[in-house]
């Protein structure tokens, strides 16, 4: 009977590695029955994983750090042990904005939406702001939940804009939202997405966790080979709502790029966790001062052969 895991991620095309693993076998050679499961919020997110319901995530690194340090939104019943064991990105973060929004001055006065103030992307957010003028006394943020809900509520004109991940930037030009800067423009080194799991979980399956960052090595591996790029679209518009096949090539651009495209190895970046650190140190509550990323990361599980 193959290994089941369940993995944990928001909806969206940033899965396309995931995707690709089950797709193509890389998982399954490995004896792992992988089955993703689509949260709206990274409270939920957490909960799942802190309490067992989803063996692995694939989340923001802050969000790691905000629940071991006490910082997290969620109310949990026990104390989180979690760790990320691998890298995946930058994020692909970009601030996405309403029609009517030209600079960063025209966001003063007007909503700007979160998944939560304390965890996921939000500091970005904000540091975004106060490099380009604008203080948090000048706009009023609201929580609206993962990147599915804010995009809807960003359409329906319900926030002036929210930081939001590709390719939600790419299928909102139809609804005549633009891209007012990429975090990427301010942020040189972020460390965004990492797989991420519990101590007590991967100590007791250590050799499952080596599988499955094999299984998804190899998929990454698959996915940047030139020959498979038109099956990689293919599985995002089989997997991505709206998704059409010029959206999904410029998708599939973004990332598999040679430069900020996912992380070929699912390597994690030092210089992008010390930057989450220095954001959380900055805007975390209660105030902390973090330096030390080393005490969220366990790379050893990451050290077996590289498919």
């Not at 995009?151 to 930037?169: H, I, R, S, V």
């Amino acid at each position: 009977m193959p290994h089941k895991l369940s993995v944990i991620v928001f909806p969206g095309g940033a899965n396309l590695p995931l995707w690709t693993g089950i797709k193509h076998g890389f998982f399954a050679q490995r004896d792992l029955d992988v089955e993703p499961v689509y949260t709206r919020s990274s409270v939920e997110q957490v909960t799942a994983l802190v309490e067992g319901k989803c063996e692995l995530g694939l989340t923001g690194f802050d969000n790691i750090v905000a629940y071991r340090e006490g910082q997290g939104e969620a109310k949990l019943d026990r104390e989180p042990d979690l760790f990320a064991f691998m890298g995946g990105d930058n994020a692909f973060l970009r601030l996405v904005v309403r029609p009517e929004i030209k600079s960063y001055a025209d966001l003063k006065g007007k909503t700007l939406a979160v998944d939560a103030m304390t965890t996921g992307f939000a500091f970005v957010l904000r540091k975004m702001l106060a490099l380009n003028g604008v203080s948090e006394s000048d706009v009023t943020f609201e929580r609206a939940g993962g990147a599915v809900q804010r995009y809807d509520g960003l359409k329906e004109g319900k926030f002036a804009g929210t930081l939001l991940l590709t390719p939600f930037e790419l299928t909102g030009r139809a609804a005549g939202l633009h891209v007012l800067q990429s975090a990427s423009d301010v942020l040189t080194h972020y460390q965004g997405i990492v797989g991420v799991a519990s101590h007590a979980w991967a100590k007791s399956n250590a050799a499952t966790l080596g599988k499955f960052i094999e299984g998804y090595r190899e998929a990454l591996a698959w996915l940047y080979r030139p020959g498979n790029r038109q099956a990689a679209c293919d599985l995002l518009i089989a997997n991505v709502p709206h998704m059409t096949a010029e959206l999904a090539a410029a998708t599939c651009d973004i990332f598999l790029a040679d430069e900020n495209g996912f992380e070929p190895a699912a390597r994690l970046d030092d210089e992008g966790m010390q930057t989450v650190l220095a954001l959380r140190s900055e805007f975390g509550v209660p105030r902390k001062d973090l330096t030390q990323y080393r005490k969220y990361v366990d790379s050893t599980y990451a050290q077996g052969k590289t498919s």
